[in-house]
């Protein structure tokens, strides 16, 4: 991903909008490793989500643990999300299997 494909994914990430993982995988990698499309993507956390969740709330302003933070659970949500999906291509390959040996269960049962 380029630091222009990554800004324009700024404001929906921070607006937690549904991204394809793969998408939110490399928008993840390219915040580790470019220190300004970090930069501003700590801006517009600010902006966004810091200063409507220091009207409704009194705790911590520490904005920059907060992205990190942020950030974090992305993450997380993301290796959920990949887990899930092994999850669901085991259990896809494994019907196959138990399809493909009823088949033949059958086969040796009329034969
Ligand atoms: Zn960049």
């Not at 300004?36 to 989500?49: F, R």
């Not at 911590?60 to 942020?70: A, G, V, Y």
């Not at 992305?74 to 390959?93: K, M, Q």
Request: charged share 25%; with cysteine; aromatic share 12%.
């Amino acid at each position: 991903m380029n630091c222009h494909e990554f800004q324009t994914l700024i404001q929906p990430f921070l607006k937690k909008e549904e991204m394809p993982p793969e998408q939110l995988e490399a928008f993840l990698e390219h915040a580790a490793v470019c220190r300004e499309c970090y930069d501003e993507l700590e801006i517009y956390y600010i902006l966004q989500i810091g200063l409507n969740e220091a009207e409704h709330s009194d705790t911590s302003l520490d904005f920059r643990s907060e992205l990190k933070h942020f950030l974090w659970r992305a993450g997380r949500d993301l290796e959920y999300l990949n887990r899930f999906s092994w999850l669901r291509n085991t259990i896809v390959v494994s019907a196959e299997i138990i399809t493909v040996f009823s088949l033949i269960l059958c086969m040796i049962g009329l034969f």
